[in-house]
């Protein structure tokens, strides 16, 4: 095919801009797979992946499945518009009504995925006036959502509360806060949204919600907990504020993860949603989840609440697996989540080993900045339910060859 010489310095300029993030061992590339479960074939290699976030095992469990048949039956395969035209379909509803009594919420709106739930809470919570205060390690969507809404950022580092209270502490509302001086206010804000992931998605570790939570209520400002990794896994399938006894204001969650689906969805009060229907562009303009993902994650938290054994079962083998990479010599930090990281440091050198691990049949991504700090390159583990007992053996024996041996 022949193009048209018009844009041939802009592609030159663009190519120039690839080769050094070539250079910077940064490049990123897609590869396609034959499967997307714990343990596939493909061009005759058996493949163990330990880079699926399908923790439970349920993206290809026949509930799912059979649940995705009947809804394509009866609504379609798309919701053919957004949910305030004509796309509202009643297996919207019946899932966010199960999301919301799944996490204890109020109520609970669906969003097309979990970043767009992320980008439309922040904008819709925070504008301009407003303050959000948001942990270093926090997901890209909750940044892009933070930075979109204009609000002023202060970042506070990773899971330190004692920094977080002396921001909040530096910055008043326009309004008093009972217990609280204002006098070091240096611009007061309207709203002030505390932002979180409970489980963090490349480190594993979990926040302190119960500290944020006191904050939260002591300083009178909005909390938000984003729980990708924790919903199905803890309290009951709930997540982690649910396992503490914490309602936040909002719970973002992923159908993408543990559910076995896609899309994202924003758990809250009544006011809250009605809120994110009115304000959040991302909900707005966009076309709802199709009636098969609704139906799938719909599916998935019935399997989740009637086998109630699902996320301890995981969190136990990720344990189990953690023993089994200590038995081998690897140096894993302790950890009490399904996700693993393997810290390496260097960029080209986590790349290099995940190529090496990808050969021996383990697919471990290399994870490098933006997505991760400076100098923290790290292998991502991720253990699921399709791990059994010879898997993890089999992918700490791998993992031992390559980076002990
Ligand atoms: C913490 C966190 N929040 C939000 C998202 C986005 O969810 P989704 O994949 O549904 O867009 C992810 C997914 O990578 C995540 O890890």
């Given at each position: ?71 394509v039956a009866e609504q379609g395969c798309g919701a053919t518009a957004s949910r305030l035209m004509s796309g ?36 819709s919570l925070a504008g301009p006036d407003d303050m959000i205060f948001s942990d270093a390690l926090n997901h ?266």
């Open positions: 095919m022949k193009y048209s010489m018009k844009s041939t310095n802009s592609r030159h300029r663009y190519e120039s801009e690839l080769e050094k993030i070539r250079q910077a061992s940064r490049w990123r590339f897609l590869r396609a797979w034959d499967g997307a479960g714990g343990v596939f074939t493909q061009g005759g290699t058996c493949y163990l992946n330990f880079s699926s976030n399908d923790y439970l095992n349920l993206s290809g469990d026949p509930a799912l499945k059979a649940a995705v048949v009947d809804a509202n379909l009643t297996i919207h509803e019946a899932l966010e009504r199960a999301l919301a009594d799944l996490t204890g919420q109020e109520g609970a709106l669906v969003f097309p995925s979990g970043y767009q739930a992320n980008v439309g809470v922040l904008t890209a969507s909750i940044i892009d959502g933070a930075r979109l809404s204009k609000a002023s950022i202060q970042v506070y580092r990773h899971n330190d509360v004692a920094h977080l209270e002396s921001l909040l502490r530096s910055i008043g509302l326009r309004r008093a806060v009972a217990g609280v001086s204002p006098v070091h206010s240096s611009s007061p804000a309207q709203h002030r949204i505390i932002v979180t992931d409970s489980v963090f998605s490349m480190d594993g570790d979990l926040a302190p919600l119960k500290e944020l939570a006191a904050l939260a209520a002591r300083y009178d400002a909005v909390l938000v907990v984003d729980e990708a990794h924790a919903i199905g896994i803890w309290g009951e399938g709930g997540g982690l504020c649910r396992h503490l006894g914490i309602r936040p204001d909002v719970t973002i969650g992923t159908l993408g993860k543990a559910l076995g689906s896609g899309g994202g969805f924003a758990a809250c009060d009544g006011p809250y949603r009605d809120l994110l229907i009115n304000r959040a562009r991302s909900f707005i303009y966009s076309t709802g989840v199709s009636p098969m993902n609704a139906a799938a994650a719909l599916a998935a938290v019935e399997a989740i609440v009637s086998r109630k054994s699902l996320g301890p079962t995981l969190l136990r083998r990720a344990r189990q697996f953690q023993s089994m990479l200590a038995d081998h010599g690897i140096d894993v930090a302790p950890g009490e989540t399904q996700i693993i990281p393997i810290a390496v440091g260097d960029d080209a050198q986590v790349m290099t080993l995940a190529k090496s691990l990808l050969e021996a049949g383990l697919i471990a991504t290399g994870i490098r900045p933006p997505t991760v700090p400076e100098g923290t390159a790290r292998l991502r583990l991720s253990v699921t339910l399709a791990h059994d007992d010879t898997t993890l053996e089999k992918a700490a024996g791998i993992l031992a060859r390559v980076l002990v041996e």
